[in-house]
């Protein structure tokens, strides 16, 4: 896979703050501890273009990253488990909530889900919330390179909660990688501007 021309091109901490542009925007979005930064550097083919931390909850902005002319990919704060104080905390779900309800730009959310878990009520509401405002769905069903043959068919049995046809995939093998890219890619835009 050769190199995508993704780049880092802002951080925020507020609707008010985001790019003002054409772009359109997929949000990857996940628990704190779902892998979302090593899925988004393995989507671009480019080790170290988002953080990655040991620590739950690092994520603490709306991080943009193009991957083209006229599609950003948006590295949202992960939920769930995560050691901050909860002040911060409500505050950036407060920020999540008004960038997947009210950004116009957003067309898509990529949903991260642990292909070993399975999904929790966090990600069913979310699933159903991305529905219900017309948004593109796609289940990525990470860490799949941890799961035994035997286990995929129950891994995505697990996932039909959220009505939507799951990718197994794996930041560490590369497996569907490319299929989850593609699928990206053909999100169809939505009209308004950030």
């Not at 909660?161 to 590369?174: D, K, M, Q």
């Amino acid at each position: 896979m050769n190199r995508i021309a993704a780049e880092f091109v802002a951080s925020a901490t507020a609707l008010d703050n985001c790019p003002r542009w054409n772009r359109t925007e997929i949000a990857i979005v996940g628990r704190s501890n779902v892998g979302k930064s090593s899925l988004l550097n393995a989507l671009t083919a480019r080790p170290g273009l988002a953080r990655t931390s040991r620590t739950p909850g690092r994520t603490q902005a709306l991080n943009f990253f193009t991957m083209s002319e006229s599609l950003a990919l948006v590295d949202l704060p992960g939920f769930g488990y995560a050691k901050m104080p909860h002040a911060l905390a409500e505050k950036i779900a407060i920020m999540m909530r008004e960038y997947l309800r009210q950004r116009a730009n957003l067309a898509g959310v990529v949903l991260l889900v642990d292909s070993r878990r399975g999904p929790e009520r966090e990600e069913i509401d979310l699933a159903a919330a991305t529905r219900a405002r017309g948004l593109a769905l796609l289940v990525a069903a990470t860490k799949c390179d941890k799961l035994k043959r035997s286990e995929r068919a129950d891994a995505i049995a697990k996932m039909k909660a959220l009505e939507a046809e799951p990718i197994l995939c794996s930041a560490v093998t590369g497996e569907n990688i490319d299929v989850l890219r593609r699928r990206i890619f053909v999100v169809p835009a939505r009209s308004g501007r950030g």
